[in-house]
């Protein structure tokens, strides 16, 4: 993600808290941020809903993650595949998308947005019981975790999403530092805390998402009830 780390609610997120946003990625924007809603090239209607192009897009972007997640490898993944378990020709796909890469570009984005969200309501949790319930939220979505550790093992070659993926964990751990220099106990050590938490938070997403390794998530949990008590 490259917008300059933008916020759409006036505060510092984790995510976006966006139900529904497709990159532009070669106006470094979100499609219509700074356009008249419904003009030709915004990617939604006039009462601001995704266009029919963009659903398309989102739907080949899915089909793209479901070959990931049954075959094991994005490699591997033709845009025939792709084709095929989007139901569309496989020239619809180059009419949406230059390239296998920019589809799973857009997919990446997509896939931390909803990870951050999750994170997102999880710290706005106010009783155990929501809590738990967010926790679930965030490690129940197994299709979404695995595709997040493929993306991991795909940034080691692939400079774009690899910087992606930082500025992404930048994010967490600049958004974390600030709410944790609310609570006196850590007004001196926010930073160190906060690259603490967002190690605990990666390493249980990476372990659930590769071994459904409920100990990770253990582990998360008691970093989270430490730095961010009910």
């Keep these: 993600m490259n917008w300059d780390r933008l916020s759409l609610t006036g505060a510092p997120p984790f995510g976006y808290n966006l139900i529904y946003i497709v990159i532009d990625r070669q106006q470094k924007r979100p499609p219509g941020l700074g356009k008249p809603t419904g003009s030709a090239d915004t990617g939604v209607d006039f009462m601001g809903r995704p266009s029919i192009a963009e659903q398309r897009r989102i739907e080949i972007g899915r089909a793209l993650q479901a070959c990931v997640i049954n ?45 951050g969200n999750a994170l997102e309501e999880l710290l706005r949790a106010r009783t155990p019981a929501e809590r738990q319930a967010r926790l679930d939220d965030l490690f129940g979505n197994h299709d979404n975790l695995i ?69 990770a998530r253990v582990i998360f949990e008691e970093a989270l009830t430490a730095y961010f008590p009910l």
């Design 147 to 215: 595709f997040f550790f493929s993306l991991y093992f795909l940034s080691i070659s692939m400079p774009e999403l690899k910087k992606s993926i930082e500025d992404w964990k930048e994010e967490l751990r600049l958004s974390t530092a600030l709410r944790l220099k609310k609570d006196p106990r850590f007004v001196d050590t926010a930073e160190l805390a906060a690259d603490r938490f967002v190690c605990a938070l990666l390493c249980a997403l990476l372990q659930s998402s590769a071994i459904v390794d409920k100990q």
């Design 71 to 115: 075959t094991g490898s994005y490699r591997l993944t033709t845009v025939k595949d792709i084709a095929q378990q989007a139901n569309v020709a496989p020239g619809l796909i180059h009419h949406y998308f230059e390239s296998k890469d920019e589809i799973l570009m857009m997919m990446e984005d997509l896939c931390l947005i909803d990870l």
